[in-house]
């Protein structure tokens, strides 16, 4: 049908913008050192707005060839089925343009498996050149063992890395042995909420922002038990609270703001206000162990320039300290961004012209994201 490609490129074209202008240019030698350290971003939401992958586009955030490009090695592939509320009022007309059936619509899980089952294709139609992540062999393949490849042209031979999260525990359907039916179609990472509270836990941006349920307690178990990382992105305070302490392995906070970088109020639920992270919060997850990937958009960090992500950046880095700071950028998330991901480069030269050391630049990039997926994969 001629109107569903037309409904999803006019909604991409309008969410996944970046911001125009002149740009640094990146220099050799920083260029040089960000080929040789891993490159590891949590969470990039292509699959729900685009049913290709494999080249380049003139519109949104991420494709395979940019990914290239930029540097990145290995990427978090976001799946969501609910937004902005439970009842998919504006997800089933828009996942509905991306080909996804009407029946399957009518089952969150079964749409996370429609979604998940798009992103083996791509990669099946690679060529090799996309590689899916489901163990820690996989992540070798992708990233080596000691964090870096033996050579540019070493590193050009590899695959780009793709592993499945799901953002919202509702695609559970209340059911919780529901985890291992995504669990066997390769999910390996999930966020209990999204832009709305579940029956497992409450959203920052939900109506009602409780904490975590008696069902949430038990998923935490599960997931932590088959291999999948936990990841707090999108929780109420209350929730978080109640996660940190049941929490025995390394976990994520995927991708977040601060508020007390941007607490800017909207007239919906969902604003920078809500959405963002307490430092008091992120304190606790780091001191727990966990890993706070920084969102790249342009709303949650209240400006629209490189320095003020790289700010940002820096003050989780000053914050939580080097080792509990990642990427996670959130692009093609339906959010205005700086750049796309063939411009992530710039971030390393943004840290390291800021006084980073290039083992913190390191570690932020991908070493502690890739700590994390390495001591949780089975």
Request: with cysteine; hydrophobic share 45%; proline share 4%.
């Amino acid at each position: 049908m001629a109107l569903r490609p037309v409904v999803s490129r006019t909604v991409d074209r309008a969410l996944n913008t970046a911001v125009a202008g002149n740009v640094p240019v990146v220099r050799p030698e920083v260029m040089s050192f960000h080929r040789r350290i891993p490159v590891v971003d949590l969470l990039v939401g292509t699959v729900l707005f685009r049913s290709g992958f494999l080249r380049r586009r003139r519109r949104g955030h991420v494709d395979l060839p940019r990914l290239r490009e930029g540097g990145v090695d290995l990427v978090g592939r976001s799946v969501a089925t609910r937004f902005p509320d439970l009842a998919g009022t504006l997800s089933a007309p828009h996942l509905w343009s991306l080909d996804v059936p009407a029946r399957t619509l009518r089952s969150p899980l079964a749409t996370t498996e429609w979604l998940a089952d798009r992103i083996e294709g791509w990669a099946a139609a690679s060529g090799g050149r996309l590689q899916i992540v489901r163990s820690r062999a996989d992540l070798d393949a992708v990233v080596s063992p000691d964090g870096a490849a033996a050579s540019p042209a070493g590193r050009r031979d590899r695959p780009v890395g793709a592993f499945i999260g799901v953002q919202g525990g509702h695609n559970l359907e209340g059911r919780p042995e529901n985890l291992a039916v995504l669990h066997a179609r390769g999910v390996r990472m999930m966020a209990l909420a999204h832009v709305m509270d579940s029956a497992l836990a409450g959203s920052g941006t939900g109506r009602g922002g409780g904490g975590l349920s008696p069902m949430g307690r038990d998923v935490i178990g599960e997931m932590e038990q088959v291999g999948m990382v936990v990841d707090l992105a999108h929780m109420s305070s209350a929730a978080i609270r109640d996660a940190v302490p049941l929490l025995r392995r390394p976990f994520v906070l995927s991708h977040t703001g601060f508020v007390e970088r941007c607490a800017r109020r909207g007239r919906r639920r969902y604003s920078a206000v809500s959405r963002n992270v307490s430092s008091d919060d992120a304190l606790l997850i780091a001191e727990a162990g966990g890993v706070v990937g920084v969102a790249y958009a342009t709303q949650l960090f209240c400006g629209d320039t490189l320095a003020h992500l790289i700010d940002t950046i820096r003050f989780a880095v000053d914050l939580l300290g080097a080792d509990h700071v990642a990427l996670g950028s959130d692009l093609d998330g339906a959010l205005r961004a700086f750049l796309d991901v063939s411009r992530t480069p710039l971030i390393t030269q943004g840290l390291l012209d800021a006084g980073m050391t290039r083992h913190e630049v390191a570690a932020v990039m991908g070493g502690n994201a890739l700590r994390v997926l390495r001591s949780v994969l089975a």
